[in-house]
């Protein structure tokens, strides 16, 4: 069983907050890192797929970056809204098609 | 394209009787994925499928549990005499196959099932 481990598990911010949360995963036999976005009653929805060291990628006031040599992955929210509030999963992808998911962080914009 | 599409959404079963959710992956999709997330905690790998075969299933339950993708059809998530431990939302993602490291195979979740064991 491979560990994903995500940081903080919640995280409470007034709007107009910048925030930023971790993915932590194993560096080896690495394919993929995923984000998605899990609203309540929703299913998750891709944010960003991440496959090469140093990758960094955009969508909007939110960002992330990849290390996969020392197994990590950030996300950032500039600027957060109330609509920005959800659970951000991370998935590590492992041997092709194998995804380990975090438990998530769960973000909450006061307005 | 529609999405993944699971039935029913919500699933109340008493104790002891079966249980059998559905999932339909998304067109093209031949790889499925069932998770479990049980209340109060994140989303647990249970079991990965490919037509007709089982690839992964290092998440399920030994006893009780059993998934199934056949040739035609949905793949099914089945659990006999169900107990109350089981109550959880089940959720299937599907893909598209991938055979180059570092492609980003992406998966799509469908909105999950609820079980509801009373």
Redesign the interface.
């Known amino acids: 069983?491979l560990n994903v481990e995500q940081s903080p598990q919640s995280l409470h911010v007034q709007e107009g907050d910048s925030t930023n949360f971790t993915c932590s995963f194993p560096s080896s036999n690495f394919?993929?890192l995923?984000w998605?976005r899990w609203e309540t009653a929703?299913?998750?929805?891709?944010l960003f797929?991440?496959?090469?060291n140093g990758d960094e990628k955009k969508k909007g006031r939110i960002s992330a970056t990849l290390n996969t040599k020392e197994g990590y992955s950030y996300l950032y929210i500039k600027g957060s809204q109330p609509e920005d509030s959800a659970t951000y999963?991370c998935?590590f992808?492992y041997n092709?098609?194998?995804?380990?998911?975090?438990?998530?962080t769960k973000l909450n914009v006061k307005p | 394209n529609a999405g993944v599409m699971q039935n029913p959404r919500h699933l109340v079963r008493r104790r002891g009787q079966e249980a059998r959710l559905r999932c339909s992956p998304m067109k093209g999709h031949s790889h499925v994925y069932w998770y479990r997330q049980l209340p109060e905690e994140g989303l647990k790998f249970m079991v990965y499928l490919q037509k007709e075969n089982i690839i992964d299933e290092s998440g399920m339950p030994k006893e009780r549990f059993s998934a199934e993708f056949p040739k035609e059809g949905p793949s099914i998530l089945r659990i006999q005499q169900v107990v109350r431990g089981d109550s959880a939302a089940y959720f299937c993602a599907s893909s598209p196959p991938s055979r180059v490291r570092g492609s980003g195979t992406e998966a799509f979740f469908g909105q999950g099932t609820r079980l509801t064991v009373v």
């Open positions: 069983i394919y993929a995923h998605y929703k299913s998750p929805e891709a797929v991440m496959t090469l999963l998935a992808l092709f098609n194998k995804f380990y998911f975090g438990s998530g």
